[in-house]
């Protein structure tokens, strides 16, 4: 008997930096959202495809759960609470090394009302010892019923295999949405832009607070070299960012697109000459036209 084909919605939710972003690369196989060890990183749901021979999954990662300070903040909290009433499952993960915390009470306190399988991922296993695992999975489990726990390192792909399994064991039977060789629904040029803001994330450190976004300005062929020009500009909200990111003698800036070129050229697969501005915006995190205009366009959710 032939068996049937398992097609679905996961969200991955989660305190943030617990690893959804990785995971997501890891399951795909390359690399559509960006990493960073500062919390929030993911501020867009990023749809992220994985097509076998059996299911094809379709995970919606989502911004890390948070009490939210601002309107930007506001407007990712709502996005990760509409992703949960709009799919097959849940993803719950956890970071191993952290254990239990009040958000993630929050975030189960926010699944109590959902009827759909939810699944505990306890991620980072290869940062504990074995025997740490066995009271964090008990203290879950007595908090909520979830429909599976397991325990994986996305960084490593330790038990990820198996995850997916799992999955095609609670996806309804349905279509393939997307083509087999399709990874990803967001856009190129958004996926850039998200490139570029990792890249100053990684390099700023904490100077630099989650106040930047990236509009990417223009994509077009050069006629010259064959290279693609790619202009962006680096929105921050304050003088004092701006002279940051571009660094003394513009060395900040020049490494900002030096990585990020290096990336974008592996996506696009094609050499890439990368111009970046910085402009201020004071407070564009509070501002419902920039925000839009920033592309978190509270209408799409």
């Known amino acids: 008997m032939e068996q049937s084909y398992k097609s679905g919605f996961i969200a991955i939710v989660g305190r943030p930096n617990v690893g959804k972003s990785t995971f997501m690369n890891y399951v795909i196989g390359q690399k559509i959202a960006i990493m960073s060890d500062k919390s929030q990183t993911t501020r867009n749901k990023i749809q992220g495809v994985y097509t076998d021979a059996h299911q094809q999954v379709i995970f919606i990662d989502t911004p890390g759960m948070h009490k939210p300070k601002h309107k930007l903040g506001d407007f990712m909290v709502k996005m990760t609470e509409n992703a949960l009433n709009e799919v097959d499952a849940i993803l719950f993960m956890i970071n191993a090394d952290e254990g239990y915390g009040r958000g993630d009470q929050f975030i189960m306190d926010k699944m109590q ?10 991620n980072k296993i290869d940062l504990v010892h074995p025997d740490e695992l066995l009271p964090l999975i008990q203290q879950y489990k007595d908090k909520y019923p979830f429909e599976e726990i397991v325990p994986i390192s996305a960084l490593e792909g330790n038990n990820v295999n198996r995850l997916m399994d799992i999955f095609s064991e609670y996806l309804p039977e349905g279509p ?5 060789d ?10 850039i832009s998200e490139f570029i803001r990792e890249k100053v994330l990684e390099l700023t450190r904490e100077e630099i607070p989650h106040s930047i976004a990236v509009v990417i300005d223009q994509i077009d062929e050069r006629d010259d070299d064959q ?28 490494q900002v697109g030096m990585l990020a070129r290096q990336d974008i050229e592996r996506l696009l697969g094609n050499k890439v000459y990368l111009e970046l501005w910085v402009k201020v915006q004071e407070n564009w995190r509070n501002k419902p036209n920039q925000l839009q205009e920033f592309g978190y366009r509270q209408d799409e959710y």
């Open 176 to 180: 393939q949405y997307y083509p087999e």
């Open 182 to 191: 399709h990874v990803t629904d967001h856009p190129e040029r958004f996926i």
């Open 227 to 254: 290279k693609l020009l790619v202009q962006a500009t680096i929105m921050v909200e304050r003088k004092s960012q701006k002279g940051i990111i571009i660094g003394k003698q513009g060395k900040m800036l020049k």
């Open 113 to 122: 009302n959902v009827n759909k399988p939810v699944f505990l991922v306890i």
